[in-house]
């Protein structure tokens, strides 16, 4: 399994700031994920990042608003930019390792 | 169209009560995760179903994947306040015509375990 912790743990934020969030993993992986989850709503999948090259952003996430940075195979970055109120969400990011993948704890934003 | 559906969206059960969730896809299954979430937190990943009529186990929780019924469910033997929180249900979005590492996730089952 894989350990994963990600700073900040909650942040509240003004409208039209940006936010950069921290995942670190114990272990080297290949393949790390950033999802959003909205309030009373299930996990959807923001963008697949892999070290080395340009992350893969799902149908309906830009890279603008929504940059990830991937310097190494145990370290991440997601900032959400020009945050709006419905930027409002648990992000969590994730890793796989064999069939498996683990989530870090979360990052519940509030943007007022 | 929700592409997986979990039922029921809640449960109340009697501490040392068993109890069942299900999780059922519009397309066959194969790569089926469970998680367990508490409110507003990460996910505890449980266990991992590959293919049809496979079942786990992992203390008093069992997982197991009809392909026919393109279902597969969570039982909780004896359930325990321990148990509480939202299980979730995910599939590899090869499923769908995605990317195999992509999970689709269900709707969630919010569960709450009365002492």
């Known amino acids: 399994s894989a350990v994963i912790s990600q700073k900040p743990s909650r942040d509240i934020c003004q409208r039209g700031t940006s936010l950069t969030i921290q995942c670190q993993v114990d272990?080297?992986?290949?393949?790390m994920f950033w999802y959003r989850q909205q309030p009373g709503q299930s996990l959807t999948l923001i963008a697949t990042a892999n070290q080395g090259s340009e992350a893969t952003y799902e149908s309906g996430f830009v890279i603008d608003k929504f940059p990830i940075s991937r310097p190494n195979l145990t370290f991440s970055t997601l900032t959400v930019s020009n945050m709006s109120p419905e930027d409002s969400s648990i992000y969590l990011c994730s890793v796989e390792m064999g069939a498996e993948q683990y989530f870090g704890p979360g990052t519940r934003l509030t943007v007022t | 169209s929700q592409e997986l559906e979990q039922s029921p969206q809640s449960l109340i059960v009697q501490e040392g009560k068993n109890l069942t969730i299900n999780c059922t896809s519009s397309k066959t299954l194969y790569g089926l995760y469970w998680y367990k979430q508490k409110y507003g937190e990460g996910l505890i990943f449980l266990m991992m179903?590959?293919?049809?009529?496979e079942e786990k186990s992992h203390e008093k929780i069992t997982a197991k994947l009809d392909e026919k019924k393109q279902q597969s469910s969570l039982h909780i033997t004896a359930s325990q306040p321990s148990h509480a929180g939202i299980y979730l249900c995910?599939?590899?979005?090869?499923?769908?015509?995605?990317?195999?590492?992509?999970?689709?996730f269900g709707t969630g089952t919010l569960l709450a375990v009365q002492p």
């Open positions: 179903l590959q293919k049809g009529g």
């Open positions: 272990s080297q992986v290949t393949m």
């Open positions: 995910g599939l590899r979005g090869s499923n769908y015509g995605g990317a195999t590492n992509k999970l689709i």
